[in-house]
Each structure stands twice: as structure tokens, then as C-alpha cells.
């Protein structure tokens, strides 16, 4: 086995070399140059928000339950993915804006669904699926800044 070396207080000449001359020089420039660059591309690419939501599907309709604070985010015609353990594709619904109901902690908004092989799926009173409510107008700028950080 190798012993480890020690390095007593006498011997600081290890870690007192030179520092380089462009990085006591242009370091500083470099690196505030270089964030400026990264905050100009999050604030020009746009990043959809996808908030994950619970899809409630009876016979009779199809309703997203959402939190307050995602209501208030959400739009009349909001593309909203469906995702179901019984087919492989995403079906897509349009948020009814109008027709929300609020009970206990969350908010129902009922879905427009235009495809029936969600209706054909077997279930008997109602089926619980998961979803992506997609918010396309945020930057990546508003991603990493909002207040929620969600």
C-alpha cells in the first residue's frame, strides 16, 4: 500500500504557483460575458410548461381536476394530452374553460375530447388517468423565474 503524502504548513509553495495572466485579466469579463449569453438564449427559446393533471372520464363527460393557482394559467380551447394504460397513442382534448367547477382544493375543467376510442375504453362508472395541460407561451426565462418553480 502507498502511503499518502503529507503536506505541512512549510511546504505552501504546491498550491502558491502563478495564476494565469488571462484569467486575472479577462476571467471576470469572461464570466459575466457568458452569463449574459445563456440569460439572452433562455429568454428567446420557447419552452412549453407541461403541468401534469388527473383526467377524470365518466360516460357522461371528461373533466381535468387542476389547482387554483393552474386555473388561473389555464385558457379557453388549451391543448391538454391524455395518457391511457390501454392505448399507445396521447389523445388530445381542449379545455372547456366555461363550464369549471370548483370543489374541496381543486378545480374541474371539463374537456372537449374529438376522439370516441377514448369513450370505447372498458370501464363501468368512471376511469382515473393522467394528463399534460401544455402552456406553449413561456420562455425558458419564465420557466426558471416564476414564482412558483413548479
Known amino acids: ?69 393552474t386555473f388561473e394559467q389555464v385558457t379557453e380551447g388549451m391543448e391538454c394530452l391524455i395518457h391511457t394504460p390501454f392505448l399507445e397513442k396521447k389523445i388530445t382534448a381542449h379545455c372547456l374553460k366555461k363550464g369549471a367547477w370548483a370543489e374541496d382544493q381543486f378545480i374541474y375543467v371539463p374537456l372537449s375530447v374529438t376522439d370516441s376510442v377514448l369513450y370505447q375504453l372498458p370501464f363501468k362508472k368512471a376511469l382515473l388517468l393522467n394528463g399534460q395541460l401544455s402552456l406553449p407561451r413561456h420562455t425558458l426565462a419564465n420557466r426558471l423565474w416564476s414564482v412558483q418553480g413548479k
Not at 494565469?20 to 464570466?31: E, I, Q, S
Open 1 to 69: 500500500m502507498k502511503p499518502i503524502p503529507v503536506i505541512d504548513e512549510t511546504q505552501t509553495d504546491f498550491f502558491m504557483k502563478a495564476i494565469p495572466r488571462w484569467l486575472t485579466h479577462y476571467g471576470f469579463a469572461g464570466v459575466v460575458t457568458l452569463l449574459v449569453i445563456l440569460m439572452l438564449a433562455a429568454s428567446f427559446f420557447r419552452y412549453p410548461k407541461k403541468i401534469p393533471v388527473r383526467i377524470y372520464l365518466t360516460h357522461k363527460q371528461v373533466t381535468a381536476r387542476v389547482d387554483f393557482a
